[in-house]
């Protein structure tokens, strides 16, 4: 996710603003950017990359007083979202006048409609992002009072915010607001410090004021006056951080896989917000680039992709068929490049990449490409090689994914597949109703996960009990054969557990014969077509003496007395319960790779990012 740090009060402002940055480059990001006001005038350095770029950048650009002398700035890194990482597109932003200067963070969803009108009245725009247009924004509404200026455009923005202005016109001040995106300001001793996240804080204080949204504050080196957006004031307490600086950066978890399970009701809905059509009753996806009767035209969907994003696929495949009518197929990314795929005009290739790197993927897309396939991605990462190469897809908007482990890409992968197969579906055989009703169903899909969330102390105690085995089992049906196979990954990649996804049906075929007293199956049979079936593997396994873990529909009590250890989860559609279904079995693997001891966030052998064959 991106990052923001405003700092006033000392000299050497650009310094302590670099370093801030420094402190938030865990988030990932792709470029960043620092604004100061040096004798009244606001001087800016930007740069694709690295802080480290960013620093060689502006130590070459600026005269060394200016890092002495200047006491107030802003400063960002990015995480794109729109527009790729380039300089032009980092920020800080400026308005037409040069004047006023923004960083951003979240996203401006009618900043289209904006920026037509700003052009309308003259205004020239550089970058590709929604926050230019913010700045431009405040500064047209700048009738020589910023706060208030502010306070107007805010009025205008739809979408979500965490912001810190700085203007040549009103120096010795800058205001800062958020509307779901954090906001937290630092009280220093004759210096405040802005920012996205404590861990740019801890250096200078442990004091702090968390803004709420609609928030707006105006902030000096010595005072901080937060007001709502109709200026009417607003009391915040001050807090003690209570953190570490190694702490901070993972938000006060303990691993950035157990931050990142915590933030997908977030991600999720950063994933949906905007792409959901509740009068056509369909999805928007504007990126995919097709029309209604390309769709309706396609003969098939092929989904392509590696690990975590090949089972994403797997439960995409399922979602396709079901709701779009569309034959679908998964092909593992490093399997398709090599069996010269049979692939026409008609084909639908969706290579799937939380990363945007991975080798096989890539050359899968490559493969496709030449066999003139209809293609395109889905990725989180903008700009990556896989959404270049594609030129077109459904970036996933999950924010950065640091932990190895691949948790909220994959669910947002299949919320993002889901409204894919909304879409074709609404462009094949959904009726108008049909299509609301669907996509009421995702919408409600961060709240799903956040009460899962909210079972985190009962999974951890239940990890207890299977913690000290070197096998298990994953088993499920229909779209919950993927979750197994997930689940299964999530568990051996990180605690090093020998963990096996089966379909449910496949056990006897073979799986079976290592079953002894006590081997952990975990079973997902939630209240979903074919239940019954799996009840009866399960009894098949507790027949030899096996230890079960269910996942189970909250009330459906026929199911919890099958198992030995249960976790539930809300009832709804059976291809939307794979998500708060996963997000069971990624706390559940995180509590035992914890309870093991094992190193979770970089687990041996292990990348993030699979860039060689
Ligand atoms: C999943 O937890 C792993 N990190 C791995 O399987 C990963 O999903 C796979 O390497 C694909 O990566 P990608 O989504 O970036 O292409």
């Not at 926050?131 to 805010?154: S, Y």
């Not at 639908?348 to 496709?368: C, F, H, K, M, N």
């Not at 079936?533 to 026929?558: F, H, S």
Request: hydrophobic share 45%.
């Amino acid at each position: 996710m991106c990052g923001i740090v405003g700092y006033i009060g000392k000299a050497d402002a650009a310094t302590m603003l670099i370093n801030g940055l420094r402190r938030l480059e865990y988030r990932g990001y792709d470029s960043a950017g620092v604004a100061v006001l040096d004798d009244d005038r606001i001087v800016i350095a930007k740069a694709p990359g690295k802080v480290a770029a960013l620093s060689e950048r502006a130590r070459a650009e600026w005269p060394a007083e200016r890092f002495s002398r200047t006491t107030i700035g802003i400063a960002h890194t990015r995480w794109a979202t729109h527009g790729p990482p380039t300089e032009v597109n980092a920020h800080p932003h400026l308005d037409q006048s040069g004047e006023v200067a923004l960083v951003h963070n979240g996203i401006i969803e009618n900043y289209r409609s904006l920026r037509a009108r700003l052009v309308g009245k003259g205004h020239h725009f550089y970058s590709e992002t929604d926050t230019e247009v913010l700045a431009h924004l405040i500064g047209d509404c700048d009738k020589g009072n910023l706060f208030q200026a502010v306070c107007d455009a805010l009025h205008q923005v739809e979408g979500t915010f965490g912001i810190a202005v700085l203007s040549a016109r009103e120096p010795g001040k800058i205001i800062t607001a958020r509307r779901g995106s954090p906001i937290v300001i630092g009280i220093g001793d004759g210096e405040t410090i802005i920012a996205s996240d404590a861990a740019a804080i801890l250096a200078h204080t442990q004091r702090v004021i968390y803004l709420d949204d609609n928030d707006i504050a105006i902030v000096t080196a010595d005072s901080v006056d937060i007001r709502d957006l109709h200026n009417i004031p607003v009391t915040r307490e001050i807090a003690e951080l209570g953190l570490d600086a190694a702490a901070a950066e993972k938000g006060g978890f303990e691993h950035f896989m157990l931050k990142e399970i915590h933030e997908q009701p977030d991600s999720l809905a950063n994933a949906i917000r905007g792409r959901l059509d509740f009068n056509l009753g369909s999805s928007v996806l504007a990126g995919m680039g097709t029309s209604p009767r390309e769709l309706a035209e396609l003969g098939r969907v092929v989904l392509i992709g590696c690990g975590t994003s090949l089972h994403a696929g797997l439960v995409g495949e399922y979602a396709f068929e079901d709701l779009a009518d569309v034959h679908a197929e998964v092909q593992q990314a490093a399997e398709f490049r090599y069996r010269n795929p049979i692939l026409g005009s008609r084909d639908l290739v969706v290579a799937i990449s939380q990363s945007g790197e991975t080798a096989d993927t890539l050359a899968a897309v490559r493969e496709a490409n030449q066999k003139g396939a209809f293609v395109m991605s889905l990725c989180n990462v903008v700009g990556s090689t896989i959404a270049r190469e594609t030129g077109r897809g459904v970036y996933l908007h999950a924010g950065p994914e640091i932990s190895v482990a691949s948790t909220k890409a994959f669910t947002c992968q299949v919320v993002v597949l889901l409204m894919m197969a909304l879409k074709l579906g609404r462009g094949r055989r959904f009726s108008r109703e049909e299509g609301i009703r669907f996509a009421r169903e995702i919408e409600m899909v961060p709240a799903l996960v956040g009460r899962m969330i909210r079972q985190n102390a009962r999974i951890a105690d239940i990890a207890e009990g299977y913690a000290h085995n070197e096998h298990a089992f994953f088993i499920g049906r229909g779209p919950m054969y993927p979750v197994a196979l997930e689940g299964a990954l999530k568990l051996k990649e990180i605690s090093y557990i020998h963990a096996e996804g089966y379909h449910a049906a496949e056990l006897k075929h073979g799986p079976i014969a290592l079953l002894v007293k006590g081997t952990p199956v975990i079973a997902i049979a939630c209240d979903i077509p074919g239940k019954d079936k799996t009840l009866g593997n399960i009894e098949e396994c507790r027949a030899r003496g096996a230890r079960i873990l269910g996942i189970v529909t909250e009330g459906d009590q026929e199911a919890a007395e099958c198992m030995d250890d249960f976790i539930t989860v809300p009832r709804c559609h059976p291809l939307v319960a794979t998500i708060p279904a996963v997000v069971a079995l990624q706390l559940f693997a995180y509590h035992v790779a914890r309870i093991r001891g094992c190193e979770i966030d970089q687990p041996r052998n292990l990348a993030k990012s699979v860039t060689v064959e």
